[in-house]
């Protein structure tokens, strides 16, 4: 069945440095594909996604590129900040459902 | 005010006790959905709805149910709570433009219960 891999955490990193939390998915079809990111005792938001293969999703300093070849969708960014500290889902939108990986949680020390 | 609101954001309860989580939104969505969130284990489906009409089992129903009161409002019951329905629970909309296939899901900010 469809299903997403993310690497596990915790990914503890200090200020400006540079981010990578891999993300691969598994699926019969076309799926899109999403990005979320949970604050403490917050729920979870979206924070980019990409609807097709060669897409690039961006926000707030953070992309993403939809890897169909690679079956990938590693999120990025250049140089994080304390306030990025959080837990990220990737997640994929096949047909009727959104299937979650398990999250990475990301620790940013100054 | 929140879009989508959820309620009560904690609750602690006993063994064999009903519960009920209400999630009402505001967002004018067709789409809502009840998700549980384990460690290490991401959110996982329990129940989906696409319209008051439209009620869905997800991935892992068993011990739950649900009713859509309105278009805004899709409550969860645990009929006879036990303690691994321990989790954070989330309420979630989204629109059903384009079938919904590229509509991102808007998220509560979760309730925490716990059974005792």
């Known amino acids: 069945g469809d299903s997403v891999t993310q690497m596990e955490g915790p990914v503890t990193l200090s200020e400006e440095a540079f981010l990578t939390i891999n993300c691969t998915y598994t699926a019969t079809g076309y799926p899109s594909l999403f990005w979320y990111v949970q604050y403490p005792g917050e729920g979870l938001q979206l924070l980019l996604k990409?609807?097709?293969?060669?897409d690039k999703g961006s926000n707030k300093g953070f992309e993403a590129t939809y890897r169909k070849e690679t079956t990938s969708f590693h999120l990025e960014k250049g140089s994080v900040q304390v306030s990025d500290s959080a837990v990220y889902f990737c997640a994929l939108r096949m047909a009727d459902k959104l299937i979650f990986g398990t999250g990475t949680r990301l620790q940013v020390f100054p | 005010d929140a879009d989508v609101t959820q309620t009560p954001r904690n609750r602690i309860t006993k063994t064999g006790k009903r519960i009920m989580l209400e999630c009402s939104q505001t967002?004018?969505?067709?789409?809502m959905y009840w998700y549980r969130q384990d460690p290490g284990l991401g959110l996982r489906l329990i129940y989906y709805?696409?319209?008051?009409?439209?009620?869905n089992k997800g991935e892992i129903s068993d011990g739950y149910s649900v009713s859509r009161q309105a278009q805004a409002k899709f409550s969860l019951s645990l009929e006879s709570a036990i303690p691994n329905q321990t989790a954070l629970y989330f309420c979630?909309?989204?629109?059903?433009?384009?079938?919904?296939?590229?509509?991102?899901?808007?998220f509560g900010d979760g309730t925490r219960l716990s059974i005792l």
């Open positions: 709805s696409f319209d008051v009409k439209d009620i």
């Open positions: 990409a609807t097709k293969a060669d």
């Open positions: 967002k004018g969505h067709d789409r």
């Open positions: 979630a909309t989204s629109d059903s433009a384009d079938k919904g296939r590229n509509q991102p899901q808007h």
